[in-house]
């Protein structure tokens, strides 16, 4: 087997500080909706984290499962993600398949989303149960940056 030469850990600590948190975005998954490489990230050492939770560019997309299946997240959850993300524009996922017992939670989520409408980018909303509510949180005000929203919705008997 060829020599490889080992990393040190001096190596790494001495990476600027921009040039890591540069690396650190484009570790972010083309559906960067989910907050697993922010958890991968921060794991790693004290700087990590610093750097992790201080990049907003990181917080920027977020993926919302309403469903009676899936855990939901809190709203303290949606509220530290949109914190952390301070004014970088977001794209935002939100799914809701179930059709009564997750409406009341889609409408919290969307109340706490449409706080923040002149910062989405891309919003897409896949509900089981569009109603006019919903789609008055998505389509009443301002949103400066959007680039995209597409709602779609189905009916099952």
Same mark, same amino acid.
């Given at each position: 087997m060829p020599n490889v030469?080992?990393?040190?850990?001096?190596d790494v600590s001495r990476i600027p500080l921009e040039i890591l948190t540069e690396i650190f975005v #484009? %570790? *972010?998954?083309? +559906?960067?909706a989910s907050h697993e490489t922010q958890q991968l /990230?921060?794991?790693? %050492?004290? /700087? &990590?984290?610093?750097?992790? *939770? =201080? $990049?907003p560019a990181l917080w920027a997309s977020l993926n919302i499962? %309403? +469903?009676?299946?899936?855990?939901?997240p809190p709203l303290s959850?949606? #509220?530290? #993600? *949109?914190?952390?993300s301070r004014n970088h524009p977001l794209s935002l996922n939100i799914y809701a398949q179930s059709h009564i017992r997750s409406h009341s939670h889609v409408l919290a989520v969307l109340t706490a989303l449409a =706080?923040?409408?002149?910062? &989405?980018?891309?919003v897409y909303i896949d509900s089981a149960r569009m109603t006019q509510d919903i789609l008055d /949180?998505? $389509?009443l005000g301002e949103a400066p940056l959007l680039e995209s929203l597409c709602a779609t919705s189905y009916h099952c008997p």
């Open positions: 030469p080992t990393l040190k850990r001096a #484009h %570790c *972010l998954p083309a +559906d960067s /990230l921060s794991g790693v %050492c004290r /700087l &990590w984290r610093t750097l992790v *939770l =201080a $990049t499962i %309403c +469903d009676v299946d899936v855990p939901r959850v949606i #509220h530290t #993600h *949109l914190q952390r =706080a923040v409408r002149q910062r &989405w980018r891309k /949180l998505v $389509t």
